[in-house]
């Protein structure tokens, strides 16, 4: 069993910043990647972006892409994603999700079935 733990988020005004961080714990060594998904009310999950624990190749939301960062830390099982210039759009849960499926270690995956372990979430809010 995999573990997610979720810290970060808040409420900040337009253009402003937060940073989410994600642990995975228990048998971590066996992830494969790991990503954010974000869910605003009445919306599907959705996928923010994805790092692959080995060679940290990361894959962004197209609308993340200039004001996200996703990175992992030394320890290969915390990532943590700054984001700045934040929208109200942005506003959402965001959840942590982790993986050992061997098919996602290359390139990461972006499907919500691809990711077993999951946080509870934490809420950003952006507001003006």
């Known amino acids: 069993q995999v573990q997610v733990v979720e810290s970060g988020g808040g409420s900040v005004q337009i253009g402003e910043s937060l940073r989410l961080s994600c642990a995975a714990s228990?048998?971590?060594?066996?992830?494969?990647?790991m990503a954010w998904y974000r869910q605003a009310p009445g919306k599907r999950r959705e996928f923010v972006a994805s790092?692959?624990?080995?060679?940290?190749?990361?894959v962004m939301l197209e609308s993340g892409k200039g004001r996200f960062t996703l990175s992992k830390d030394n320890a290969k099982f915390t990532i943590t994603l700054q984001m700045n210039s934040l929208r109200s759009e942005d506003t959402a849960v965001y959840f942590c999700?982790?993986?050992?499926?061997?098919?996602?270690?290359?390139?990461?995956?972006?499907?919500?079935?691809?990711?077993?372990?999951w946080g509870q979430g934490t809420q950003v809010t952006v507001s003006s």
């Open positions: 228990g048998q971590s060594d066996s992830v494969t990647a």
């Open positions: 999700a982790a993986t050992n499926r061997n098919y996602c270690a290359t390139y990461g995956c972006s499907g919500v079935p691809d990711y077993q372990y």
């Open positions: 790092i692959t624990t080995s060679g940290g190749r990361v």
